[in-house]
């Protein structure tokens, strides 16, 4: 079993920056892929980024790519989002979650998930 506990949300003008965080408790993570998703009001949940132990591969939505940065401490058991340059449209609660089987962007192959932190991004 994989606790996923998310923090970093806020209220930023369009522009800015927040590094959400994702502290993974339980069973090592190490060897699980790691991916960062989003679920605005009335929208359904959506893929943001995903990181894979193997060879620190990862693989970002067209909405993220070149603005956001997923990283991982291992160390920490730690999963990060650096997100650059937001925009109103980057408003959403974000999830963490991970899965121990394969690499993947798709939602319902997740099995473990954080509660969520709200990101609010002003105009």
């Known amino acids: 079993q994989v606790q996923l506990v998310e923090s970093g949300g806020g209220l930023v003008q369009a522009g800015g920056s927040l590094r959400l965080s994702c502290a993974a408790s339980?069973?090592?993570?190490?060897?699980?892929?790691m991916g960062w998703f989003r679920q605005a009001p009335g929208k359904e949940r959506e893929f943001v980024a995903a990181h894979s132990w193997i060879r620190s591969t990862t693989y970002y939505a067209d909405s993220a790519k070149g603005r956001f940065t997923i990283s991982r401490d291992g160390a920490k058991n730690t999963v990060y989002l650096q997100m650059n340059s937001l925009k109103p449209e980057d408003t959403a609660v974000y999830y963490c979650a991970a899965t121990p089987r394969r690499f993947t962007i798709v939602t319902g192959e997740y099995e473990y998930w954080g509660q969520g932190t709200q990101v609010t991004v002003s105009s």
């Open positions: 339980g069973r090592t993570f190490t060897t699980y892929h």
